[in-house]
């Protein structure tokens, strides 16, 4: 009988073990740059997007941007915009002032997301009370926001379709 075994030299069997280690090695080094790469990709694409901005930061900006000295809060269900009456301003010139900037709130509204009850309250900008005192206070429910057309209302329209309101005397003449 023959015998088809030969020997195999030791440094050739050390060569070939040598590159069996380097061929696993390197499968290895692949899968981990793989996960490395497949972690970080991901991580990267969400941050790579812009933090979607807060829906009540949009629209306090955009109302004290139209809106001089506004302040802006939001309760639950609720958005109540503060703003001065300009001063040394005659009745009506404080009066129409106040209406003009009633709807470009409500205009900011609309064009946000918000869905909640508008409250927007004008002070008389002097005054003993901090924050001179009340005299224009309008409360708008969600579905008359909706209704009302801020591009189509008339000034002296605005503060009537309001759904709870408040004019003081000294404004009303």
Do not use: K
């Amino acid at each position: 009988m023959t015998s088809t075994d030969t020997t195999v030299p030791p440094e050739r069997r050390d060569r070939a073990s040598r590159g069996l280690f380097m061929i696993l090695g390197l499968i290895v080094v692949v899968i981990v740059v793989g996960l490395l790469v497949f972690l970080f990709t991901g991580n990267a694409e969400e941050s790579a997007q812009p933090a979607a901005e807060d829906p009540h930061s949009a629209l306090a900006d955009a109302i004290t941007a139209e809106v001089q000295g506004a302040v802006v809060e939001f309760e639950t269900g609720l958005v109540a915009v503060n703003f001065p009456l300009p001063p040394d301003a005659t009745p009506a010139a404080a009066a129409q002032a106040a209406q003009d900037n009633s709807i470009s709130i409500l205009r900011d509204v609309q064009d946000s997301d918000w869905s909640g009850t508008v409250e927007i309250t004008a002070y008389s900008a002097a005054g003993d009370q901090p924050g001179g005192q009340e005299m224009v206070r309008m409360v708008y429910l969600p579905e008359t926001v909706d209704r009302i057309d801020p591009d189509g209302i008339g000034r002296e329209d605005v503060w009537a379709e309001a759904d709870e309101q408040f004019v003081d005397p000294a404004l009303a003449g």
